[in-house]
């Protein structure tokens, strides 16, 4: 595995603008791929935008806005990806699309590259089992907002080699990140351990132990979390941390630790969300 | 603020051997003037308030508090930790059950702003003033719930402690990646097994003990690797041994 110089990141989403944003902070060239070009530009604006604000606040300075914003660049065409050391993978959480991404991958990047996947529910194994060199593919699992959330999972598939996590390890912190390195498990270790926190309140709310208000003024108050369960939960957005509760559910075979409650389902089908609906388990103005 | 003077003078007892027992003698002796008994049964007659926090044994708990009972008068203030069982079960223990008040928190709690109390079914609501202006005397907020086992904050942390330790039983990462996942990834102010370390695990255990029992569902089964860790008696609070020490020893080579 030679040095990491070029980066490739598939998707030009929330997670892929933000990885993007990190790579080129830290001096990698980075290339963003999706299958839309109008997205990439939006993606591109608003990596703009936040290195913008940056400067502003004088966490940056203006010419290491200039020189991140030269190193990035955009395109539709995954050819490009071909003198990439490093891919990361931020496409859809659909398992046929990243299969036949990886499959193309394997095509177009040298054997040495490594491929990796932010994804946060979907198995290593699953994604890279039908390839030639699965040994090269990882997990590399970032949280959101990426180029702020000091926490990477790199996640070693069941036929990951352990120098390919250990690159990543040292990748990871060579950008002041703080990796940790987990097997291929539903939910790897913060969805899976966090479930509770979620599950746990709701159940306890339903049950009529105590309110909502309550429930995140004590776990604040009494528990030193810098959140509630329930205001998280309406920052996460409650459709997202349902789905997140689902898969886990799901990937462990119905294990009744990870069981969703009806209650968030009901708070989906009415379209009460969270923040990003204006209401949720509380109420918020505009 | 009366009541805060009144309660300054009184004589309160604390009956237990644990973390939590300590903790709580340490920290109203520094806060009251009056005296504070602690595991003295000899003296528990001249006392105004009795607090018992036996969690890890449940045949030890209720034969404590029948004991306390046969000793103070029949309308002393008995405040009783309720991390394994509900306030109303150990009210059902009693002659006088309307004089108990549960309160459920770990032996951290002098560090915090907060602490959770409830009502068994039987209660008379007026022992809970007596209650609050104890706590306010520790600079301690009461949080009013209903009665189930571990209330709030000590039931969700606990669970979040057993899911932890599933996971390190079944290889997914070590103790020190998953506490560093947890605080870097979702925030939280300590990792689970650093928790551990800091509150006891026989009282974590406990709680889920108590909530396997009180609602019969799966859900709650206490992880097998905590139960031997309590067994071990490597459970943290005053001993140096807990998670971090069953995984170094795991490290170690004994096979030739």
């Not at chain 1, 120098?163 to 990140?177: C, Q, R, S, Y």
């Not at chain 2, 942390?157 to 330790?165: D, F, R």
Request: include cysteine; hydrophobic fraction near 40%.
């Amino acid at each position: 595995m030679g040095q990491i110089k070029q980066i490739g990141v598939i998707g030009s989403g929330t997670m892929g603008a933000g990885i993007a944003q990190l790579m080129i902070q830290n001096g990698y060239r980075t290339i963003i791929y999706d299958i839309h070009h109008d997205l990439l530009k939006k993606a591109k604006v608003t990596i703009e935008a936040k290195l913008n604000r940056l400067v502003e606040k004088k966490k940056i300075t203006n010419e290491e806005k200039t020189s991140a914003i030269d190193l990035l660049d955009i395109t539709t065409d995954l050819q490009d990806f071909k003198n990439c050391q490093l891919v990361i993978e931020a496409a859809p959480e659909k398992i046929e699309i990243k299969r036949s991404l990886f499959k193309e991958l394997e095509e177009i990047c040298s054997q040495d590259a490594i491929l990796a996947t932010n994804t946060s529910s979907l198995s290593i194994t699953e994604i890279s089992g039908h390839l030639s060199h699965p040994e090269r593919v990882v997990g590399f699992h970032f949280f959101n907002p990426a180029p702020l959330m000091p926490l990477v999972e790199v996640i070693q598939g069941l036929k990951t080699e352990p120098e390919t996590v250990e690159t990543l390890v040292d990748f990871a912190k060579g950008m002041n990140k703080t990796p940790v390195t987990c097997k291929d498990t539903p939910g790897f270790i913060v969805n899976r351990v966090a479930r509770p926190f979620y599950n746990e309140a709701i159940r306890i709310m339903n049950d009529q132990v105590a309110d909502v208000e309550q429930i995140d003024r004590i776990m604040k108050r009494a528990g030193k979390f810098k959140m509630g369960p329930f205001e998280l939960q309406d920052l996460i957005g409650i459709d997202v941390n349902l789905a997140t509760t689902k898969s886990v559910h799901a990937s462990f075979y119905g294990e009744t630790r990870f069981r969703p409650h009806f209650y968030q389902e009901r708070m989906v089908q009415a379209g009460t969300l969270g923040r990003k609906s204006n209401g949720g388990y509380f109420h918020y103005d505009e | 603020m009366e009541d805060t003077f009144i309660m300054m003078n009184k004589t309160i007892a604390v009956i237990g051997e644990n973390l939590l027992a300590k903790n709580l003698v340490e920290d109203l002796k520094k806060n009251t003037k009056g005296d504070i008994l602690f595991n003295e049964f000899s003296l528990l007659e001249h006392a105004d308030i009795v607090i018992e926090t036996t969690n890890l044994h449940v045949q030890e708990k209720k034969r404590k508090l029948q004991e306390i009972e046969s000793i103070v008068s029949s309308n002393t203030c008995l405040l009783t930790s309720i991390l394994q069982v509900s306030a109303t079960e150990a009210a059902s223990w009693l002659h006088h059950p309307e004089r108990l008040v549960g309160f459920a928190a770990f032996a951290d709690f002098h560090d915090n702003e907060l602490v959770e109390v409830a009502l068994p079914l039987q209660a008379e609501p007026h022992f809970l003033q007596i209650v609050n202006s104890m706590f306010r005397l520790l600079d301690l907020e009461t949080e009013v719930v209903e009665d189930e086992v571990g209330l709030v904050f000590p039931r969700i942390l606990s669970l979040i402690i057993n899911e932890a330790a599933f996971a390190l039983t079944e290889g997914t990462a070590s103790v020190h990646d998953i506490d560093q996942a947890m605080k870097k990834g979702t925030n939280y102010p300590l990792g689970p097994f650093e928790w551990c370390e800091k509150i006891g695990l026989d009282d974590v255990y406990a709680v889920l003990q108590g909530l396997y029992k009180q609602f019969g569902e799966e859900r709650y089964r206490p992880a097998p690797l905590i139960k031997k860790l309590v067994y071990a008696g490597w459970i943290g609070g005053e001993k140096d041994k807990c998670f971090y020490h069953y995984q170094n020893r795991n490290l170690k080579e004994f096979s030739l």
